[in-house]
């Protein structure tokens, strides 16, 4: 469930960077935070544009990484103050990020039976929920621009959610342009350019949407031919019964009329052959409801504990430690092992492990 190569080495300078981190970002070192509420739009002043940011109190640190938390309710209910947005944001705050619980344009209600049934209709608020949330990873860059209230690091910011939000976050990393999207038996093409293009419609414009690595609970993807191996780190956590997001692939709620998405058990082992650093924590015999009451849920603490330890060494930490200078420049190999870490000899065509007299390994894959 994971690119050995790279978080092999990552979790290897994790020790480096824990102290450059100064015990942040694993552990809850504050015992309060600030949740300040914002609208992140240019454009929409609506409760659908808001999010409620959350600071650690105390905190003195102005170079700090962001997490956007997005809310589910299968894209017509939820809100930014359902208590596991609220448990995620104050749990990740405490450990040191800057964290966003972020609203977004839901389905109305008089609209709802007809977006059940009606496969543009779907597509639509998709994108929609997609760009809203794009123009609030530009709000913290313009901000950055501008004054830096909150203190980030603008190069290192994550998205991720629960249910629909995860859905929204995959779909903000993984969609990369208007013509991946299909023109049959839908245009969902013209679609997404009558809200902007890819971009959307939501405002900040001039400012990178880009992001660094994808937080999935119970998410999934529309369509995994738009994962490539350019695309973000990704961790999903989800029921394996779960079939309101599919754990494999098939529709959205269970519902036939509904668009399909494929969730951890298809998207985790593309990641692997592409090479993206990922990982998955599945729970056994489990369906799609595990996050909804958030820190009560052993399952949902697990997921916490899991993506902490996903994130922490993806982040620069003041960008004190590159990976290269971790290694010396006299290191000595020790051995080499295969993935089962037999020890064994240079071979081509077959990955295996250089391990050194300074810690560090490597995974390498001579071609002949």
Known sequence: MKNLSTLLVLTLISAFTFAQCNGRYQTEIFNSVTVTEVNYSDVYTDNAHKMDIYTPDGDTEINRPVILFVHG????GGDKSDVYCIDFCTAFAKKGYVVASVNYRLVSLINIASFLTNQDEQYDEVLKATFDLKAAVRFFRKDFANGDTYGIDPNTIFA???????????HLAYLDSVSDLPTSPFDIQ???NNLGGIEGDAGNLGYSSSINGIISFAGGINDLNWIDANDEPIVSCQGDQDETVNYNCGPGLGNPSVLTLCGAGEIHPIADNLGLINDALIFSGTDHGWGASGAASNEYVQAMDFTTDFLFPLLPCNNTTAITEVYSTQRK?????????RVTTAKQN???FYIYDDGSVEKKVILN
């Open 190 to 192: 013209a679609v997404a």
């Open 333 to 341: 190999l020790l051995k080499i092992t295969d993935v089962l870490g």
């Open 160 to 170: 991720g959610g629960y249910s629909a939000g995860a859905v929204t976050a995959i």
């Open 73 to 76: 309710g299968s894209f017509y």
């Open 350 to 352: 077959t990955p295996l």
